[in-house]
């Protein structure tokens, strides 16, 4: 590894084979060399989830010519921090989540083991982006997330990003885009959220399926309203959750009444 070249690590939640990750593999080793540290197998909806009852394992399945690929047992989370504190020679300069195959706006961000993988980045202070490309459909075309996703890791490398902040991309399944809009998380939750299905046996199963109900403010930054108009919508987040705002009033609770 030539360590006087940017350092990538690249993880992501639908394994280590998935079409999105060997694409932006791919497309990124033009800005520096690439260390793949992924799950053996999906890991969808994981979010932050990390393995506490057993051990993790992780195993080198190739080496070429800037390019290192891992794969990993435990979830996405996992493999930034054992890929961190035990396996890379140095911190990585850029962590990059991906291709997701399936879009991860709006509450998608606390589920999604892609964005779960950028937050442990941002944990170790590594300036980190998550790409997902929206929609399942078979076939997906990842041109234009590999394009928008490539630009957005060139520019993060040269600016760096603010301590406790990494970035949610998500581009719409589309022949191309319209153009890239830096946008809001939209409010709203999941209804509808399980179809009922009858085993062999007589047992009713529960499959997790739904639709995304918005709710809150019409505003046209929102990411949902930006991917359903053809916009690709970059998000900043942020790893400190605390409502400042509403400290003050909360201070005024009684509720330690001794």
Known sequence: MNIKRPLLLLSNDDGVD???????????????DIVVFAPDGARSGMSRAITVTKPVRCKLLRQEDGVTVYSC???????VKLAVSEILPVKPDLLVAGINHGGNQALSVHYSGTLG?????????IPSIGVSLEGYRPGSDFSESCRLGYALAKQ???????RG???NLNVPDV???KGLSIGRQTEGKWVREYQAERAGNGETLYRLTGDYEVSGPDYPDNDVTLLDNGYASLVPCKLDVTDYAFMEELRKWKVDSR
């Open 156 to 162: 993060v490398l040269q600016h760096g990003l603010p």
């Open 165 to 167: 902040v990494y970035l």
């Open 117 to 125: 993988a950028a937050f442990e980045g941002c944990v170790f202070n």
């Open 18 to 32: 998935a079409e999105g990750l060997v694409r932006l593999t791919g497309i990124l080793r033009g800005l520096g």
């Open 175 to 177: 022949a191309r885009v």
């Open 73 to 79: 047992t435990g979830t996405p989370a996992d493999c």
